[in-house]
């Protein structure tokens, strides 16, 4: 059983993925690279492939 139930999910499409969100990060030479919708989405979706559920509690 997943965390996330399929059914209740919602698809969201943005127009323009490429769009600059508000930050940015340093490449290894010290240049300031924007941070987009997508890499927020393609950060996301990785960290949703390494969720561990935990174990039940009593």
Same mark, same amino acid.
């Given at each position: &059983? /997943?965390?996330q139930? /399929? $059914? #209740?999910?919602?698809?969201?499409? $943005?127009? #323009?993925?490429? !769009?600059h969100?508000?930050? *940015?990060?340093?490449?290894?030479?010290? $240049?300031?690279? !924007?941070?987009?919708?997508? &890499?927020?989405? *393609? *950060? @996301?979706q990785? @960290?949703?492939?390494?969720?561990?559920?935990?174990?039940?509690?009593?």
């Amino acid at each position: &059983m /997943s965390l996330q139930d /399929s $059914r #209740n999910q919602v698809q969201v499409v $943005r127009a #323009n993925p490429n !769009l600059h969100v508000g930050g *940015a990060v340093l490449d290894k030479d010290g $240049r300031e690279i !924007l941070i987009t919708e997508e &890499m927020v989405q *393609a *950060a @996301c979706q990785e @960290c949703d492939k390494h969720w561990v559920k935990p174990e039940k509690q009593d």
